[in-house]
């Protein structure tokens, strides 16, 4: 069955960390990959996403993401964080065969002014 | 546009009351779904549609049926409803998952239901 981990559940960086958010999937087929961003009261809206190519993707406000196909990994990260970065991020997963679209558990990051 | 339309923003149901909530969309989207968040358990999927008369089950569709019967619509309906089943209801629809120029859900506003 298709499947979504994120392995951190709530992060908590100062201003100008770095950020890696671990993603993982579990699927043998061709999938496409997300990570959306739900910032506190509002909806999920795409940061970035990955279908083919180049496995090193960029997305909106400075994050990007490596898909490492061996590994079964699709992590995020953003270089510099800043404090308006503080929501909640979702890594999900579909597939051409399945049809549908499965979400990680969620990672909640806060950024420290 | 209108996007994605949920309603009703907010609902209180009692144990065992049905009900439905209304999703629309106007972007002529072949993919719609519902999911529902709970903290700490992300985004899961209920039930999901490719295209006008065709649904699927998602991870938790126990409790809860689907229709689409236009390209438009997806209602989801609680048919007896149980306090697990309080929680954030969100609808969302895509141009095509499987393509690269699709892919990108666009989100209702969500619709708070508690059950007592």
């Known amino acids: 069955a298709q499947s979504v981990s994120q392995h951190n559940h709530h992060v908590i960086l100062s201003e100008a960390a770095s950020l890696e958010l671990g993603c993982n999937y579990s699927?043998?087929?061709?999938?496409?990959l997300f990570w959306y961003v739900q910032y506190p009261g509002q909806h999920l809206q795409l940061l970035l996403k990955?279908?083919?190519?180049?496995?090193l993707v960029k997305g909106i406000k400075g994050f990007e993401a490596e898909f490492i196909k061996s590994k079964f990994s699709f992590n995020l990260r953003k270089p510099s964080v800043q404090w308006s970065d503080t929501a909640e991020y979702f890594c999900a997963v579909s597939s051409s065969n399945t049809g549908k679209l499965i979400f990680g558990q969620g990672t909640t990051l806060q950024v420290k002014p | 546009n209108a996007g994605v339309t949920q309603t009703p923003k907010f609902q209180v149901l009692k144990t065992g009351q049905s009900m439905t909530l209304q999703c629309a969309q106007d972007?002529?989207?072949?993919?719609m779904s519902w999911y529902r968040q709970d903290p700490g358990m992300g985004l899961r999927l209920i039930h999901y549609s490719v295209g006008a008369g065709i649904t699927d089950q998602g991870e938790v569709p126990n409790g809860y049926n689907v229709s689409r019967s236009t390209t438009e619509d997806f209602p989801l309906r609680l048919l007896s409803a149980a306090p697990s089943q309080t929680s954030v209801y969100f609808c969302?629809?895509?141009?095509?998952?499987?393509?690269?120029?699709?892919?990108?859900?666009?989100f209702g506003e969500g619709s708070r239901l508690t059950v007592l």
């Open positions: 969302a629809s895509s141009y095509s998952l499987g393509q690269p120029n699709g892919g990108e859900l666009f």
């Open positions: 972007m002529n989207h072949e993919y």
């Open positions: 699927y043998g087929g061709t999938v496409n």
């Open positions: 990955y279908f083919s190519g180049d496995p």
